[in-house]
């Protein structure tokens, strides 16, 4: 399988102590840290992690069956797609 590079949205919002930070993709996934870069990394660590478990469980669940398997994409709507993706 091709491994490329995903966008996602990643929120964080200040509070007590340090940031909490969410995927507004998946949800679940948020994160904590004392700062934004900390809190950025755990939260990339824990969305990677997240995927990682899902394969794994999939895998389990399907070992030795005959399962169709295929790749779908889907659009981003304006609203959630990363500025940078934009075409404004």
Not at 26 to 48: F, I, K, W, Y
């Amino acid at each position: 399988m091709n491994r490329g590079l995903m966008p996602f949205t990643a929120v964080f919002l200040k509070a007590a102590g340090g940031y909490l930070g969410f995927v507004e993709e998946l949800p679940g996934v948020n994160a904590h840290g004392a700062t934004l870069e900390e809190t950025r990394a755990n939260l990339q660590r824990l969305a990677a992690i997240v995927f990682d478990e899902e394969r794994s469980q999939s895998e389990l669940l399907i070992e030795g069956k005959d399962v169709v398997r295929e790749s779908f994409t889907l659009p981003f709507p304006p609203a959630y797609a990363p500025r940078m993706l934009r075409q404004e």
